[in-house]
């Protein structure tokens, strides 16, 4: 026959013959082959979410997940959330109170990590989706999103997707306890005006409702680096009324030039969940040279006699579009 496939036989003992061979690193190869398929993790379809049990620990990945742009209304979140590659799990307490949404071990492609929302309402049907929480987290910490007040045996959904793009491995809990530090939105870095100084100053208070807490830790994030790094332990200090003193300093001296993200986290001995009671970005820079200062200057006024000339244009083309449609209003004048 014509089409009849060459016979699955071999010279060699116990070896493919060569077509076979191809066949089989093709299909390595096909973006929508079936070993590629199988990457993509069942929850990627809300039909299919993963229904979690308490302080049940689940490894997953954003890695070739799709949207279901039926089953979500970005209007509902606004700017917090951009739908790439997200995927469904469902929990459902047997107590009311509070939970944390624990995510750790990420390795994402990017610095950005992985963004979360949690909503009730029925499955695929967004009209009757409330928003309980929506979380993007712009690293790869490890952290908890905190959910106050759940209701015993309402069903809440979570929806986790790569922030911005990025592609994830994590891992995802929901617990009674906290573990890792709290999901929270860092300050504007374009605000941040850069200094020659490598010593850095942080200073910050203990608010008298975080009476239990013993020691502060304090974590410094590069902008471009993935993680976070513990650089001191701040004790809790004492008066001599045997009260806690709410003033604290810290000093940090950097090595290298950049742009740092510092937070100081709480650490308290009943285990109450930590909380941040100061984040604030410094960028540190080396004193330009006269070359690059001449450099920088000639740049910018490049570029304003490009802005000028540019202007210039748009004037001279308006002045012709009026004059133009003067004409056309009056064709015989």
């Known amino acids: 026959m014509r089409n009849q496939l060459p016979t699955a036989t071999a010279t060699t003992r116990g070896e493919f013959p060569r077509w076979w061979r191809v066949v089989i690193g093709n299909l390595f190869l096909l973006p929508g082959s079936l070993l590629a398929a199988k990457a993509q993790v069942p929850n990627d379809n809300i039909e299919r979410r993963r229904v979690l049990s308490l302080n049940e620990a689940v490894v997953s990945s954003t890695t070739d997940c799709t949207v279901q742009w039926a089953c979500v209304d970005e209007k509902l979140t606004g700017k917090c ?5 997200d995927q469904w799990f469902e929990f459902t307490p047997r107590t009311s109170g509070r939970y944390y949404v624990n995510i750790g071990g990420q390795k994402c492609r990017d610095t950005r990590g992985v963004q979360l929302v949690v909503l009730t309402g029925q499955p695929c049907q967004p009209a009757t989706y409330r928003v309980l929480s929506c979380t993007s987290l712009g690293s790869q910490d490890d952290v908890f999103v905190t959910l106050d007040s759940l209701r ?5 959904l979570l929806d986790v997707d790569g922030y911005l793009k990025d592609f994830c ?13 709290p999901a929270q939105l860092a300050p504007a870095l374009a605000s941040v005006a850069p200094s020659a100084s490598s010593s850095f100053t942080l200073r910050w ?23 976070a790094s513990e650089v001191a332990t701040v004790l809790v200090q004492r008066t001599t009324y045997g009260t806690t003193s709410p003033e604290y300093v810290w ?45 920088v200057q000639a740049a910018a006024e490049g570029a304003k006699r490009a ?3 540019q202007q210039s244009w748009e004037r001279r083309g308006h002045r012709a579009r009026m004059k133009r449609l003067a004409g056309q209003r009056h064709p015989n004048t």
């Open 81 to 85: 959330i951009e739908y790439h590659n």
């Open 169 to 181: 491995q994590f891992s995802l809990t929901v617990s009674d306890k906290a573990q890792g530090v």
């Open 307 to 309: 802005a000028k000339a």
């Open 205 to 227: 208070t203990l608010p008298d409702s975080l009476g239990a807490v013993q020691q502060f830790r304090v974590l410094r994030r590069e902008a471009a680096a993935f993680r």
């Open 152 to 156: 015993a045996g309402q069903p809440y």
């Open 251 to 295: 000093t940090d001296t950097l090595n290298a030039p950049g742009r740092y993200l510092y937070r100081v986290i709480t650490k308290a001995a009943d285990g109450t969940a930590p909380a941040v009671v100061q984040q604030q970005w410094y960028a540190y820079s080396l004193p330009l040279l006269q070359s690059d200062k001449n450099k």
